[in-house]
């Protein structure tokens, strides 16, 4: 049996598992295979769920959007339900005109077919090189293999199916209870390059056994995004393809959740968790990356312009650069500050690198230097920013920028 760990935090009333799978949450199974759309690897995922799931999806903000993204987006406004998601890794089956659109559409009728579901109950989702359209002749004869290979114990094969140049699977699972019963939220991630706030190459796929409808999951999903997946960046690319959906079974048997339920915020913070870890996950395996960098910024006047400070701060190239060579040049975090677009009196600011103090109310601190460089060093390197302009807070994620982050990206396509 696996080992649960009880989350580190004084209000939280959830627990983490020590072995998060995408599968754990009741009425779900997944498989994932190759087919040859990579050279090795696997490239073709599937989750399914036993019934048809309450679901929300949230997608990128960039104007060429994906034709899987719109498939999956008129197949989830017809009811709100979906009972598989089906992805493909290696290409994006992004603008590729009325070609991809069908391609998509061939992968939705496929898996439903074999799945004997509505089509309009198939999500579909793409990662890799834009451009190019899907070798459907090695899609297509993939699929009833796939149905075949859903199993429970499915979790590790679906999770090396989605990925890219990630190094690693991102997995988190949480349990908590409600009304008595046990309640599992588990999701899966990749991301690794073109991650962005407002959503990036990154693909995410939560599943829970919650009872909840879907008006109401589809605001916690845009909220808890709010708050993750669209805080998170690499290097400043927003994607075509990225997405974020939420299977929700509603075999916990617990009555459903809405924000009027005695224990709703708990299951908010179960939820929130999964996609801040996830979204974590996603920066810390950014392309070359060697650490993580969280940037917090206390004291907003409002909580958009705490965001933006927060974001303009880890999305800077020289910010990113200086965490690399543990280089605690302060200056660079001040001017990213200044073009955030945050209202904030630069006399005020206090700016913290680790620990350590190194401007106090808009002036250097003196002999902080080495201190500062060693707290650089620390993964994740934590630089905080307090505007003393009001109450309004904000956390960001990113990752340092290395001579790796190039060398991946100038072959990515060979």
């Known amino acids: 049996m696996e080992q649960l760990q009880v989350k580190v935090a004084e209000e939280a009333e959830f627990r983490v598992a020590g072995e998060p799978r995408i599968t754990s949450p009741q009425g779900f199974t997944a498989s994932g295979l190759h087919v040859g759309i990579k050279r090795k690897r696997k490239d073709l995922g599937l989750i399914a769920?036993?019934?048809?799931?309450?679901?929300?999806?949230?997608?990128?903000?960039?104007?060429y959007q994906a034709a899987p993204l719109r498939v999956t987006r008129e197949g989830l406004a017809m009811e709100g339900k979906m009972q598989a998601m089906?992805?493909?890794?290696?290409?994006?089956?992004?603008?590729?005109?009325?070609?991809?659109?069908?391609?998509a559409k061939a992968m939705q009728r496929e898996a439903a077919q074999?799945?004997?579901?509505?089509?309009?109950?198939?999500?579909?989702?793409?990662?890799?090189?834009?451009?190019?359209?899907?070798?459907?002749?090695?899609?297509?004869?993939?699929?009833?293999?796939?149905?075949?290979?859903?199993?429970?114990?499915?979790?590790?094969?679906?999770?090396?199916?989605?990925?890219?140049?990630?190094?690693?699977?991102?997995?988190?699972?949480a349990r908590l209870t409600v009304d008595g019963r046990e309640v599992r939220v588990a999701g899966a991630a990749k991301g690794s390059g073109m991650i962005h706030p407002r959503m990036a190459t990154m693909l995410a796929f939560i599943n829970t056994d919650a009872a909840i409808e879907a008006p109401v999951l589809q605001s916690l999903l845009r909220q808890v995004t709010d708050e993750t997946f669209n805080m998170i960046t690499v290097?400043?690319?927003?994607?075509?393809?990225?997405?974020?959906?939420?299977?929700?079974?509603?075999?916990?048997?617990?009555?459903?959740?809405?924000?009027d339920h005695p224990q709703w915020p708990a299951y908010y913070q179960a939820f929130s968790y999964v996609a801040r870890e996830l979204a974590q996950l996603i920066a810390r395996d950014g392309e070359g990356a060697t650490r993580l960098v969280e940037v917090v910024v206390t004291g907003g006047e409002t909580r958009e312009g705490a965001r933006r400070a927060a974001k303009a701060v880890v999305g800077s190239s020289l910010v990113k650069t200086a965490v690399f060579g543990a280089d605690p040049n302060w200056g660079r975090i001040l001017t990213a500050l200044g073009y955030s677009g945050a209202r904030f009196h630069p006399d005020r600011v206090d700016l913290y690198i680790g620990s350590i103090c190194v401007v106090r109310q808009g002036c250097p601190v003196?002999?902080?230097?080495?201190?500062a460089k060693e707290a650089l060093v620390q993964d994740p390197a934590r630089i905080e920013l307090n505007l003393n302009q009001g109450e309004a807070e904000a956390t960001a994620w990113g990752c340092d920028l290395t001579y790796d982050y190039v060398r991946i990206n100038a072959s990515y396509r060979t």
């Open 86 to 103: 089906i992805v493909n890794s290696g290409n994006a089956n992004a603008c590729t005109g009325a070609r991809g659109l069908e391609d």
């Open 114 to 173: 074999w799945l004997n579901i509505p089509e309009h109950r198939v999500g579909v989702a793409s990662t890799g090189v834009i451009g190019e359209t899907l070798p459907m002749d090695r899609i297509q004869p993939g699929i009833p293999e796939l149905v075949k290979q859903l199993d429970s114990a499915g979790h590790d094969s679906f999770c090396q199916s989605i990925l890219t140049t990630d190094t690693r699977i991102k997995t988190v699972e």
């Open 49 to 63: 769920c036993e019934v048809p799931a309450t679901a929300a999806a949230v997608y990128t903000m960039n104007t």
């Open 366 to 371: 003196s002999g902080v230097e080495e201190l």
């Open 235 to 259: 290097d400043g690319d927003c994607s075509t393809n990225d997405m974020v959906s939420v299977m929700a079974s509603g075999l916990a048997g617990n009555e459903p959740l809405t924000p």
